[in-house]
């Protein structure tokens, strides 16, 4: 208990995270929550007035935009329908299953492996490699408490995920045939333009990389830990990353912001998720001038008909 407590006051991250857990800050207005947030985490005041910064335009953007097709957009069963008359439904990992609740999985009707998700939340999957061997009290109830939670809204106070109906998908596992396991493209677009991609590999090492890289594929060293890669550091170009950037652009083209994140594996696209607010706009990885750079790349213009001003 008390090395818990060492780790929450160490680091900002976990005290935000922490702080976002207790029931009495779900009474505190979304506007001075994000601000207060903000602060703790990044270490400085957000001007939301007139935000400069990546991560003061997500935060406007969370109280302002409030474009009723986030709210479908964020559930990871609804976009579904969405993805496949964007791009068409090749792109989506076969589903398996959808839930009300984790008491009604069909665990017969399950393959050996699959992924579970909770459609309201980050982070919520539980990978089973062996259906043998995985424990489904222990599943169930996690699940569950993930379903209650709505930790995802409380957190960032990212507005869509509150009108969310919280159901339970399973999807298709996909084995990688990269040591490192599956590899994530994360593709940052602004105004309905893919300017870069982030490419996180090696993940079930524990030790993911995260390499950035422009549409020339040059190296961004946009993060603190940039700094210590070599200058010729490289990693191979996939084959079908110019197709992924053309996909990116399909999907992000109405937005004034998202990441578009996709898998390639066995020569094939798959859709990962949309991510309006990456990190809930509380990314302490980026350097402070990769984070003033990137805020040029929104243009906020208020006369867009979504925009408003938020109601807490």
């Known amino acids: 208990m008390i090395e818990r407590v060492k780790e929450i006051l160490s680091s900002p991250a976990e005290f935000g995270y922490w702080l976002s857990g207790r029931r009495f800050c779900r009474m505190i207005p979304d506007e001075l929550y994000i601000k207060f947030k903000y602060r703790c985490i990044l270490g400085r005041w957000p001007n939301l007035d ?30 579904r329908g969405y993805i496949e008359e964007k791009i068409g ?36 999957n539980i990978i089973c490699t062996d259906k043998n061997r995985l424990d489904r009290e222990k599943t169930i109830s996690t699940l569950l408490r993930w379903q209650k939670s709505n930790q995802t809204f409380y957190y960032g106070r990212e507005w869509p995920y509150k009108f969310v109906k919280p159901r339970i998908i399973a999807e298709e596992y996909i084995d990688s045939t990269t040591p490192g396991g599956l590899v994530d493209y994360k593709f940052m677009c602004f105004n309905g333009i893919a300017d870069n991609v982030m490419v996180c590999s090696d993940r079930q090492t524990g030790k993911t990389r995260f390499d950035h890289f422009d549409r020339g594929w040059n190296l961004l060293r946009y993060q603190y830990v940039d700094s210590d890669k070599p200058i010729n550091y490289r990693i191979s170009k996939p084959d079908l990353m110019d197709e992924m950037f053309r996909i990116a652009e399909l999907l992000a083209k109405p937005f004034p912001y998202v990441r578009v994140d996709l898998y390639c594996e066995n020569n094939r696209i798959y859709f990962g998720e949309l991510t309006f607010y990456p990190q809930s ?32």
């Open 50 to 79: 007139d935000p400069k910064y990546l991560s003061e335009k997500i935060q406007w953007l969370k109280l302002h935009d409030r474009n009723p097709l986030y709210i479908k957009l964020v559930d990871k069963y609804a976009v």
């Open 89 to 124: 439904k090749e792109y989506l990992v076969p589903l398996l299953g959808v839930w009300d609740s984790p008491m009604g999985i069909n665990w017969d009707a399950l393959p050996d492996k699959f992924v579970l998700k909770t459609v309201n939340g980050s982070h919520t």
């Open 281 to 312: 706009g509380f990314d302490t990885d980026y350097t402070e001038e990769t984070d003033l750079y990137l805020g040029t790349k929104i243009n906020i213009n208020s006369e867009k008909p979504n925009y408003q001003k938020s109601k807490g």
